[in-house]
């Protein structure tokens, strides 16, 4: 993945004055070796604080370091005004966690107390109104603790990419699609700057692209990765100018931020003006990890970047499009895997999914385009799209949104794809999420989600969910099982 950052994290161990600082400093070199064990490197920082100069030495040895993520150690009680001003000023995402007692042979000279000393850290977080990453139970061993720094990682990498992201838009949203169209006003919150332009400013960077040198390197490269699938080599041209453009447009104008995401217009007026549907080379910036949402989504766009950080990985964005068939959920799916009917669905969009996250690609056209802009007709202006099944396996569906009056919500929920041929078209997979009909109903039309949600193949759920509460996103869905009823949910349903 080129466009997300490496994180450098670090260690940093506290110490009221009233507990031996050894035990704390020798607690924090029991967790860098546990650490280390794993084949990670985290750097220790030598300052043990218990004062605001302590802080202010702990912080000048970090920034030497080029540390850019920390881990707040209490390995006794910790002095609470210290910790929380070095998780102020430090900037970075920061994550605090405390020390186990070891043993019951040693809890006079060597109790530390930093069960409740987190208590008294978290209630001085939020005086000071400072974020910071907290796990599920953030006191352990030094094995424990390891443990939790290494789940902290993706969050971390997560919270600096989007510290650091600008969104460049192109176009409007189409005609009837305003379930893509959200304020950007929360966006600026979360510390992501955006650009947005007109779809003429794309065409004229593309023009001025025609005879670009690199053109030729670009096919050849897209015919590497089409191989057989490659049915449609004319477009190919076409094609690789509009990808340099983009590339080009991101290094041009990324300005002060170091990752960039796209959400850009892709119909109606682009295929009669460009020539070609702009599918497959958002596919294959996606792979790389540069995100092209559909659409002009931009909240889409910000998703799939949270999925990218995360999971380190290609994502996708999809419709979540049509019901499964009854007669392939009956031959293809039940008795099979455990799931009922209801459960699964049919994500879809016109051929924008990495080809690394399908089965097989083929260059096609996108058919329903072909229907309104170019019928009875051999398909031109339409071809472009990456079209094959989406390759079976583990998934996590979710999506960062802001509402119509730029309040944030999100929603998270894991589950698969299955190995199930669709026999339809696109960039397409039959998923499966486990009380996906409720999930519907009582999160996604209740609280007016759009049809596109992000994919991150694999079983992200924690780390996104946590990536999302560290964002403040109180307002914060998962599809939730049978014994635990949706607020909307009717009680009395049969």
Known sequence: MKNIPEVKIAIAAVSRDCFPMELSANRRKAVVEAYRQKGLNIYECPVTIESEKDMRAALSDLRANDVNALVVFLGNFGPESAETLLAKEFGGPVMFVAAA????????????????????????LAL??????IPEYPVGTAKEVADMIEEFLPVARTILGLSSLKVISFGPRPQDFLACNAPIKQLYNLGVEIEENSELDLLVAYNAHKDDERIPSVIKDMEEELGEGNKMA???????????TLLDWMEEHKGS???????????????????????????????????????????????????TCVSKDAVTLLDINNSVPADMYKESIEGKFPYTHRDTFMGF????????????L??????????????????????????????????TFFRLQSTADAKLRAYVAEGEVLPVATRSFGSIGVFAIPEMGR????????????????????????????????????????????????KSENPFKR
């Open 101 to 124: 007692e070891e043993t019951q042979n040693n809890l006079v000279s060597g109790r530390g107390d930093a069960y409740c000393g987190m208590l008294n850290a978290s209630y001085n």
């Open 439 to 486: 999930f519907y109903r009582h999160v996604l039309i209740e609280k007016n989600y759009p049809h596109h949600g992000a994919v991150a193949f694999g079983h992200y759920g924690k780390a996104i969910f946590d990536v999302l509460r560290y964002l403040g996103v109180s307002d914060l869905a998962y599809n939730q099982p049978k014994s635990v009823p949706y």
């Open 257 to 307: 931020r170091d990752y960039v995401v796209f959400a850009n217009k892709c119909w109606p007026s682009f295929q009669t003006e460009f020539g070609f549907v702009p599918c497959y080379v958002n596919s294959r910036l996606t792979k790389i990890g540069i995100p092209v949402a559909c659409e002009v989504d931009i909240y889409g766009a910000l998703s799939e970047y949270i999925g």
């Open 349 to 360: 969009h016109c051929g924008n999914t990495p080809s690394c996250k399908l089965t097989s």
């Open 128 to 133: 000071r109104n400072i974020k910071a990453y």
């Open 234 to 244: 004319g477009i190919l041209p076409k094609l690789a100018q509009y990808e340099l």
């Open 362 to 395: 083929t260059m096609k056209y996108q058919l329903i385009m072909h229907r309104s802009l170019e019928p009875d007709k051999e398909p031109d202006i339409t071809r472009g799209t990456a079209e094959g099944d989406i390759v079976p396996g583990n998934i």
